[in-house]
């Protein structure tokens, strides 16, 4: 990877966490428990909003320049964290191994989210959690435009960071029943990443 993937987008990354986003992360993460993974972790800006439900983090990331970050991230959860150099669509885990997986803005740069969510589903518990929260293509036709529109560049300058997908979609054909979601705007972001939804899953029976 470039210096701009592996230095200078998580340096950005890192620096552009405001205040409502803390906020968004921290209702995501608020009904994890038990052995929790991570996925995609980034900088680690989650790791502070973790509850105490949560026993232990195990967090997956490909980047270097993220795991930087994320390592010294760590020291503010309140919990044992465990980082591994890996790729979300290739989870190195056994099946069933954990109460909670934790997708927060990263459905919509992985590669190969199908993939991604099939391998989630593989390794949570039978009565375990997916949390998520993304930005997702937009119910506006103006919006979905605009979006269309910008997302080969943006794919660019956010490391692979698609505007259009369909996340909620491809979380129920994955085989997750959802159990609750809410969609809205993020106030304070530009509406072409401002819809998000949050909400949690679980493996549908
Ligand atoms: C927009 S960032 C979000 C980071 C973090 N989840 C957060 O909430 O701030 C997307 C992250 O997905 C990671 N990513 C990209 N491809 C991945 C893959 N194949 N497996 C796991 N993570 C990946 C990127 O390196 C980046 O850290």
């Known amino acids: 990877m470039g210096l701009y993937a592996e230095r200078i987008f998580p340096w950005l990354m890192e620096r552009s966490d405001p205040d409502e986003l803390k906020a968004e992360r921290y209702a995501a993460v608020s ?36 795991n930087t970050r994320a390592r010294r991230a760590r020291a503010q959860a309140a919990m044992p964290v465990r980082l591994v150099a890996g790729n979300g669509q290739s989870l190195p885990f056994a099946s069933g191994s ?18 991604t969510l099939s391998e989630t589903r593989r390794v949570l518990k039978p009565d375990g959690s997916l949390l ?16 269309r529109r910008i997302e ?17 979609s491809k979380i129920a054909d994955a085989g997750f ?9 993020l106030t304070k972001a530009p509406r072409i990443v401002g819809w998000v939804i949050r909400g949690s899953a679980r493996v549908a029976t």
Request: glycine share 8%.
């Open 31 to 66: 009904d994890a428990t038990g052995e929790a993974l991570e996925i995609g972790v980034g900088t680690g800006a989650n790791f502070a909003h973790y509850p105490s439900t949560v026993t232990a983090v195990t967090a997956i990331e490909p980047s270097r320049g993220m």
């Open 98 to 115: 954990f109460d909670t997986v934790l997708a927060l803005f990263v459905l919509c740069t992985i590669p190969d989210p199908e993939q």
């Open 132 to 147: 998520f929260l993304e930005h997702v293509s937009a119910p506006e036709p103006g919006v979905r435009r605009w979006q």
């Open 152 to 168: 080969p560049v943006w794919k660019r300058i956010g490391c692979g960071c698609h505007l259009t997908r369909d996340t909620e």
């Open 177 to 185: 029943e959802v159990t609750s979601i809410d969609r809205y705007w």
